[in-house]
C-alpha cells in the first residue's frame, strides 16, 4: 500500500519564527489533507489540497502531485500552533479512506 | 451543521466488558469512516460505509469488532469481549462522494477508550 512519510518528526520553534512542514507519499493520490490534532485528540481540517497552492491566514500549503510531497508553511509561529499536525492521502478506486502520516509534533515556545 | 459528532467522548471499561460508540456523520454526507488511533500514532483506517452499505474493513477489524450504519445516517461501533490493547482513541469521520472524486473529510472530536 500507500506509504507517507512525514518530517520532521519533532520541531521546537521560538514564537514568531517560520517553519516548513513536508509530507512526501509513495504513490499516486486524489486526494491530500493537512490536519491539526488539538490537545483533545479532535483533527482539526487545515487544508483540502490534492493538488495546487492554498492560503489561509498565516498558514499555506503546495502539493505537487507529480512529485509525490506536499509542503505545509507556517509563519509568524504562535504558541497556540503547538500540537500535532498530520498528512493524510487518498487514492484512487479505495473509498476515500485516508492513510495518515505518523505527524510531526510541533512545540512553540514564547 | 453542527459537524460529526461522537459520544460517549470518554469510556473506561473492565477487560471483558462489551462497549458500544456512536457517530453522527454532517447529514448531507453519504460516507463514513471509522478510525482508530494509539498513542504516538497517525490514525489507521478501520472501515467505511456508503449509505448504508459497508464497504471495506481492514485487516485491524477482529471479529471482535462490528460496525453498523442501519439506516444510512448514524453508525456505531461495538467491541465485544475488550481487551487491553483495545485501548485508543477511536474517531469517525465523514465526507461526500461524487463518482471517483473524493471529497474532504471532517473528523469527529473522538471517543477515548481505557480497557482496565
Known amino acids: 500500500g500507500i506509504q507517507v512519510e512525514q518530517s520532521p518528526p519533532d520541531l521546537i520553534l521560538q514564537e514568531g519564527a517560520n517553519s516548513t512542514l513536508r509530507c512526501n507519499f509513495s504513490d499516486s493520490v486524489n486526494n491530500l489533507q493537512w490536519f491539526h490534532q488539538n490537545p483533545w485528540g479532535q483533527l482539526i481540517n487545515l487544508f483540502y489540497?490534492?493538488?495546487g497552492t492554498k492560503q489561509n491566514g498565516r498558514l499555506s500549503a503546495t502539493t505537487v502531485a507529480t512529485e509525490r510531497y506536499s509542503l505545509l508553511y507556517i509563519s509568524s509561529s504562535q504558541t497556540t500552533d503547538s500540537g500535532v499536525y498530520f498528512c493524510?492521502?487518498?487514492?484512487?478506486?479505495?473509498?476515500?479512506?485516508?492513510?495518515f502520516g505518523q505527524g510531526t509534533e510541533l512545540s512553540v515556545k514564547p | 451543521d453542527t459537524g460529526v459528532s461522537q459520544n460517549p467522548r470518554h469510556k473506561i471499561t473492565k477487560r471483558g466488558q462489551n462497549v458500544t460508540f456512536r457517530c453522527d456523520p454532517i447529514?448531507?454526507?453519504?460516507?463514513l469512516y471509522w478510525y482508530r488511533q494509539t498513542l504516538g500514532q497517525g490514525p489507521e483506517f478501520l472501515t467505511y460505509?456508503?449509505?448504508?452499505?459497508?464497504?471495506?474493513k481492514s485487516r485491524l477489524l477482529s471479529d471482535r469488532f462490528s460496525a453498523e450504519r442501519p439506516k444510512g445516517s448514524f453508525s456505531t461501533l461495538e467491541i465485544q469481549r475488550t481487551e487491553q490493547g483495545d485501548s485508543a482513541m477511536y474517531l469517525c469521520?465523514?465526507?461526500?462522494?461524487?463518482?471517483?472524486?473524493?471529497?474532504?473529510?471532517?473528523f469527529g472530536q473522538g471517543t477515548r477508550l481505557t480497557v482496565v
Open positions: 447529514s448531507e454526507h453519504n460516507r
Open positions: 493524510a492521502v487518498g487514492v484512487y478506486n479505495q473509498g476515500g479512506k485516508l492513510i
Open positions: 489540497i490534492p493538488s
Open positions: 460505509f456508503q449509505n448504508e452499505a459497508q464497504l471495506e
Open positions: 469521520a465523514s465526507s461526500l462522494s461524487k463518482g471517483q472524486l473524493n471529497t474532504e473529510a471532517f
